[in-house]
């Protein structure tokens, strides 16, 4: 079963940047791959994705201009770097892998059967 190891996050000042990494367990080829983010008493929101057949990568408008997410199919990761990072940021971040999404549903996270264990970003004003 496809399993997903989570790397990365910490504690940075506004404007600070970080990198979070994501390593399947098998290989991705074949599986969506994206980002998501939780803060206590909210659902999970979108933050980025990689299509399972497409070459675009979509973003949050949020995060868009700032987030680059990565995937690195010789090496089997994928790497979020996030720049310019806003207090707003906050929260536990998941990577997430779907073998059946589609791209009209890519930004919801029931469509997602695989996580990571999150990884928790704090950003100080």
């Known amino acids: 079963q496809m399993e997903l190891v989570q790397s990365g996050g910490g504690f940075v000042q506004t404007g600070g940047s970080l990198t979070l990494s994501c390593t399947p367990s098998?290989?991705?080829?074949?599986?969506?791959l994206a980002w998501f983010r939780q803060v206590p008493g909210q659902g999970r929101e979108f933050v980025a994705a990689?299509?399972?057949?497409?070459?675009?990568?979509y973003y949050a408008d949020s995060v868009k201009g700032r987030f680059t997410s990565s995937r690195d199919n010789s090496r089997n990761t994928v790497a979020l770097q996030m720049n310019n990072l806003l207090p707003e940021d906050t929260a536990v971040y998941y990577c997430a892998a779907s073998s059946r999404v589609i791209l009209s549903a890519i930004r919801r996270s029931d469509q997602y059967q695989y996580w990571g264990q999150g990884t928790q970003v704090t950003v100080s004003s």
């Open positions: 098998e290989s991705f080829r074949g599986y969506a």
């Open positions: 990689h299509h399972r057949t497409a070459s675009n990568t």
